[in-house]
């Protein structure tokens, strides 16, 4: 298993471009996330997946579009990018407990995305 | 929805010490709570989690204890080592239960020599 995979591990951007972060799982993971990792913040939700079809707004959701057409792909698009969107970003899986708790979220290796 | 707050932000500790980290939460509806530990350059990984039908739970040198009268959980290394030094983060869930998390703003762990 390959687990998490997000491509590309590094991406500079000039302000207004647009771009599609990527996110595989080979887990067969119901949920999905995505987060931004700023320093001193920790890691902010932006958005999120209870399976394929089905997306829903994090913490930090403006400037960021989603889609999950599958169960294994999360992409993550930035419309119109920002230098406030210089960021590390993580995509990341998990699956549903029985009882409805919450379980282990799987990482990938991370974006280092940089707005100029 | 849930508010995470960690303490301290920087931690020191000599080698063979222990450490311990604290977060506390808003929302008394939330009861997974998991612990990441993050190696610079790296991405976060689990090592400790616990739910809210138990008070404690221990893992080697590492146990997180939770108190949900006053909505607090903390964890505890002891004998501490130098690969012990990273980033620390606990979370909670956004809104209730599941995998949708809020993370707490991190721990740096430093174990001298």
């Known amino acids: 298993n390959a687990g998490v995979t997000q491509t590309p591990k590094f991406q500079v951007l000039k302000t207004g471009q647009s771009m599609t972060l990527q996110c595989a799982q080979d887990?067969?993971?119901?949920?999905m996330s995505w987060y931004r990792q700023d320093p001193g913040m920790g890691l902010r939700l932006i958005h999120y997946?209870?399976?394929?079809?089905?997306?829903d707004q994090g913490e930090v959701p403006n400037g960021y579009n989603v889609s999950r057409s599958t169960t294994e792909d999360f992409p993550l698009r930035l419309l119109s990018a920002a230098p406030s969107q210089t960021s590390v970003y993580f995509c990341?899986?998990?699956?549903?407990?029985?009882?409805?708790?919450?379980?282990?979220?799987?990482f990938g290796q991370g974006t280092r995305l940089t707005v100029v | 929805g849930e508010n995470v707050e960690q303490h301290p932000s920087t931690l020191s500790v000599q080698e063979g010490d222990s450490a311990v980290i604290k977060c506390t939460y808003s929302?008394?509806?939330?009861?997974?709570f998991p612990w990441y530990k993050q190696e610079l350059g790296k991405r976060p990984q689990l090592i400790i989690d616990?739910?809210?039908?138990?008070g404690e739970k221990k893992d080697q040198r590492i146990a997180v204890t939770l108190n949900k009268t006053a909505k607090h959980f903390s964890l505890h290394i002891t004998e501490t080592q130098p690969e012990d030094s990273a980033v620390y983060f606990c979370?909670?869930?956004?809104?209730?239960?599941?995998?949708?998390?809020?993370f707490g703003t991190g721990t740096q762990l430093k174990v001298e020599l």
């Open positions: 990341a899986s998990s699956y549903r407990h029985q009882g409805g708790s919450g379980t282990e979220a799987f």
């Open positions: 887990m067969n993971h119901e949920y």
């Open positions: 997946s209870v399976g394929a079809g089905i997306t």
């Open positions: 929302d008394s509806a939330s009861n997974y």
């Open positions: 616990i739910r809210s039908n138990v």
């Open positions: 979370a909670a869930p956004l809104t209730g239960g599941g995998n949708k998390l809020t």
